[in-house]
């Protein structure tokens, strides 16, 4: 089992930023995958961000250049730095553990969810 507690998620106006964190417990070590996904309203749940286990990092193309995950040493904590937010950023945001199963199936850890909401 692994929890996850999110926190920094919030309101603020286009071209600001924001710094989401997720801390993880439990059986961290047999993780894949961690990182950050969002959900807008209407639309389903899609990656944002990732790192594996073994260090690569994977990025939704329409936030390239604007995000960085990276994690602290302990690597039980992973943050989000969102810079040069924009509307349609706005999301509720949702640390993820992933882990893939013997029989290939991929099984999802999620917190709780933080709101980002970007105005114009």
């Known amino acids: 089992q692994v929890q996850l507690v999110e926190s920094g998620g919030g309101l603020v106006q286009a071209g600001e930023s924001l710094r989401l964190s997720c801390v993880y417990s439990?059986?961290?070590?047999?993780?894949?995958?961690m990182g950050w996904y969002r959900q807008a309203p209407g639309k389903q749940r899609e990656l944002v961000a990732q790192?594996?286990?073994?260090?690569?990092?994977n990025y939704a193309n329409s936030v390239k250049g604007r995000f960085t995950i990276f994690r602290d040493g302990t690597k039980t904590t992973v943050y989000l730095q969102m810079n040069s937010l924009k509307p349609e950023d706005t999301a509720v945001y949702f640390c993820n553990a992933n882990h893939l199963l013997p029989d290939a199936t991929l099984y999802n850890y999620w917190g709780q969810g933080t709101q980002v909401t970007v105005s114009s």
């Open positions: 439990g059986n961290i070590a047999t993780m894949d995958a």
């Open positions: 790192i594996t286990s073994g260090g690569d990092i």
